[in-house]
């Protein structure tokens, strides 16, 4: 029975432990949101650098994209009066967002229909 042998972590090394984890985690997400920004400022700019006109639907889901990393940081902080505000904010432009495709889904039936 070798496991006998072996120590138990204490609550403290158990917290240490926790703590290290959750750091690697932010971590790795804020170099994933990084990515992301970049990523998201090459497609809305041209090859040469110059800003591109930016489509309603585009704005609100580079403003949802924006607000959903705040989300995740503000949750794993635990400032969870903050993730609510965000959270109520992101409610609003994905209700938007929902209104905007159905008045394009809408449209683009109705021009079906005169062809």
Known sequence: MA???RSIMTEKQM???AELVVSKLIAKQ?????QFHIDLQETMS???GNAKLVSEEELLLSEIAKLMTLLSTYESKEQYEKAAIVKNKLDQ???KLDELWKNITYKTT???KKI
């Open 3 to 5: 496991w006998k042998n």
């Open 15 to 17: 917290e240490k432990l």
């Open 30 to 34: 804020q170099e994933y949101d990084q």
């Open 46 to 48: 041209d090859g040469f």
């Open 93 to 95: 432009l994905k209700d």
């Open 110 to 112: 109705l021009d079906t």
